[in-house]
Each structure stands twice: as C-alpha cells, then as structure tokens.
C-alpha cells in the first residue's frame, strides 16, 4: 500500500531516531559529537515515570526507556504532597 509505514520498510532504529533528542539540545553546554549535527528528531519525547505506581513497575520502565532513547530524556518523578 502507498503512503503506509511498514516494519519492512523502516527499522527499529530508524523509528527511534524521530523520538530521541541529542544531549548537545537537553545538556547545556555541550556539544554536537557529529559534523554536520544530526537531524533533528520529528516527534521529540521527554519520559516522566512514576516509580511507585503501575505495579512497582517504574524501575523496570527506566531502564527500558533509557536504553531505548537518551537517558537525558527519562526522569523518575518524586510524589510531592502540599498540605493547606
């Protein structure tokens, strides 16, 4: 089918690439490794997990997510409670 996206046509590499976001955007400071920079991803995503809900499945997410995208890109959220 025309205009459709297959797993034969892309990789899972290549899929991953529009998500993940270089650390010379997320850190300050720091530098683009290649020349000329890499494209920039399409749809860019910052992962949130909340490690104490979901089963106690947060630090099984982190690890996941991390090795899939910039570990930049993953943060545990800590539960804050407000009292007023």
Do not use: H, W
């Not at 046509?9 to 683009?32: A, C, G, Q, T």
């Not at 809900?53 to 800590?78: C, H, I, M, P, W």
């Amino acid at each position: 089918m025309e205009g459709t996206l297959t797993t034969d046509s892309v990789s899972d590499s290549d899929f991953l690439k529009e998500f993940y976001i270089p650390n010379y955007i997320l850190v300050p400071d720091s530098k683009s490794d290649s020349t000329p920079p890499p494209q920039l991803p399409q749809c860019p995503v910052l992962v949130f997990i909340n490690s104490k809900s979901g089963g106690q499945l947060g630090a099984d997410l982190l690890k996941t997510y991390s090795a899939l995208l910039n570990e930049n890109q993953v943060r545990a959220v800590r539960t804050f409670f407000f009292f007023f």
